[in-house]
């Protein structure tokens, strides 16, 4: 029911609920990348984002690379 009312409130086709925001950018990320895919992301991430990302993702065949967010050469 309440991801039903979120859906209507913002005017959205439907809505999912999650226990935390890792959690929701989690799930986007792993909607979007598969095997092979090459992510970048700024080396200036928080904690949990980081192990994700080096130990979850790797292990689905996802190559990460960090790089410096205020350099746009990198």
């Known amino acids: 029911m309440f991801e039903d009312r979120i859906a209507l409130l913002e005017g959205a086709e439907a809505a999912l609920?999650?226990?935390s925001g890792m959690v929701a950018v989690h799930?986007?990320?792993c909607s979007i990348l598969k095997v092979d895919d090459y992510f970048v992301a700024s080396s200036?991430?928080?904690g949990s984002c980081v192990y994700v990302l080096e130990e979850i993702l790797t292990k689905f065949g996802v190559e990460i690379n960090f790089?410096?967010?205020l350099d746009l050469d990198q």
């Open 17 to 19: 609920a999650t226990v």
């Open 27 to 29: 799930g986007a990320r």
């Open 44 to 46: 200036v991430l928080f």
């Open 67 to 69: 790089v410096d967010g």
